[in-house]
């Protein structure tokens, strides 16, 4: 019986369709899901055919890794409406494709979204001044872009989507670590070896614990009051190691991580669910006076108890 039941377990996995039919079939096909079909028949394997026109001969080669996309998190993703020609030359429609076409410049994020108040809720000018002050735009040319550190072919808005706190901080945080703790790509943009991050933060008392709590950027970014412009990101001999700035009532988390959980969980749950199902938890920070006054009256009558009963015992 338990075999009867993986198979139909299985047989069901099989049968459901990729996540880019399952866009298609609950929000519409894509614009340009046919036009694009064509570059993902190739770039969406690691190995891929196509027919020598000297030889006559079908030739099998291996795609370059950085140009392996996943289709189904491009149509997951908020540019999952464009052709592959908006963004990239009308050449590449051609096979084989010029080699000079890999030194073309890739769009800004402002480029297209820039003094467009369709997006002005997305704080791009803002951001593209948040970015201009931080250590990436300083210490490095101007090759280094938005695309840097956000993929174009898979960014979805984290956070204006129902995602829990956990997943926000988890995919944020291997952001940075795709770079930052990966040597191979450090060196696309830097000379130096870069240590691992567990030996750059061993003064943590516990790096996992807080890698998997907070993001990366509330302690190496210069504080804002939302969520998502925060791109200034300081230097590391400015980066918060005060275990107080968090650890605390007043603690910075409540400018960004907990102020953006706090609206969503007021506007989906109520403000009650919200207080009662809140899932961060940082010592210090998560207190409540009524609880704290409770606490202590506990405490005074049983220091009041345990004098009253020497006395007892003294007079006996």
Not at 74 to 98: A, I, K, M, N, W
Not at 131 to 151: I, L, Q, T, Y
Not at 169 to 179: F, G, I, K, L, M
Not at 182 to 191: G, K, M, V
């Amino acid at each position: 019986m338990k075999r009867l039941y993986i198979f139909i377990i299985s047989l069901f996995i099989i049968s459901l369709p990729s996540y880019s039919q399952m866009l298609v079939d609950f929000e519409g096909e894509p614009a340009a899901f046919e036009d694009n079909q064509h570059c993902f028949d190739c770039h969406s394997k690691k190995i891929y055919t196509y027919e020598n026109e000297y030889t006559g001969r079908i030739e099998r080669k291996a795609m370059n890794p950085n140009f392996i996309l996943n289709p189904d998190k491009f149509y997951l993703g908020v540019h999952r409406h464009f052709s592959c020609t908006d963004c990239h030359s009308p050449d590449y429609e051609t096979f084989p494709h010029q080699a000079e076409l890999r030194l073309e410049e890739m769009y800004s994020c402002l480029d297209c979204h820039g003094g467009d108040p369709t997006y002005e809720q997305y704080h791009f000018e803002l951001i593209e001044d948040e970015f201009g002050k931080s250590v990436h735009a300083n210490r490095h040319d101007e090759h280094f872009s938005c695309w840097s550190c956000h993929d174009p072919h898979s960014y979805s808005a984290l956070t204006r989507r129902d995602m829990k706190i956990s997943e926000i901080v988890r995919q944020h945080n291997n952001t940075c670590a795709s770079c930052h703790d990966n040597p191979d790509r450090f060196q696309l943009i830097s000379d130096s070896l870069k240590r691992p991050l567990h030996q750059i933060h061993d003064f943590l008392p516990n790096y996992k614990l807080h890698f998997n709590a907070v993001r990366c950027i509330e302690c190496h970014s210069s504080p804002t009051d939302t969520l998502w412009v925060a791109h200034n990101i300081l230097s590391k001999d400015l980066a918060v190691k005060n275990c107080v700035e968090c650890h605390s009532a007043n603690t910075l988390l409540m400018s960004s991580l907990y102020k953006y959980q706090n609206i969503e969980l007021r506007r989906s749950r109520g403000t009650l669910n919200a207080m009662l199902i809140n899932e961060s938890y940082v010592i210090g920070a998560n207190r409540n006076i009524y609880l704290n006054i409770g606490s202590l009256v506990i405490f005074g009558l049983t220091l009041l108890g345990v004098l009253v009963h020497i006395i007892f015992r003294i007079i006996k």
